[in-house]
């Protein structure tokens, strides 16, 4: 079996920061978005929230 090394695509999400407390539906449940999570929208529409610290560690603004 040969092992290979691959790098994950680059993918263009959309994202808002929350004011409030709310609750998501993603596709693992519903879940708990606190104050200041981002709130990310997927390729395919899913919805999932993120830690800020996270968040930056990962994505990066795109600019138009």
């Known amino acids: 079996m040969e092992v290979k090394k691959y790098r994950k ?3 263009v999400i959309t994202a808002y920061k929350t004011d409030k407390e709310i609750y ?3 596709l693992e449940g519903i879940l708990k978005a606190n ?3 981002y709130i990310i929208t ?3 529409g899913e919805q999932y929230p993120c830690k800020p610290d996270i968040f930056h560690k990962t ?4 600019e138009d």
């Not at 994505?59 to 795109?62: D, N, P, Q, S």
């Open 9 to 11: 695509k680059p993918v």
């Open 24 to 26: 998501i539906e993603t």
């Open 35 to 37: 104050v200041g999570d």
């Open 42 to 44: 997927g390729v395919n």
């Open 59 to 62: 994505y990066e603004e795109v």
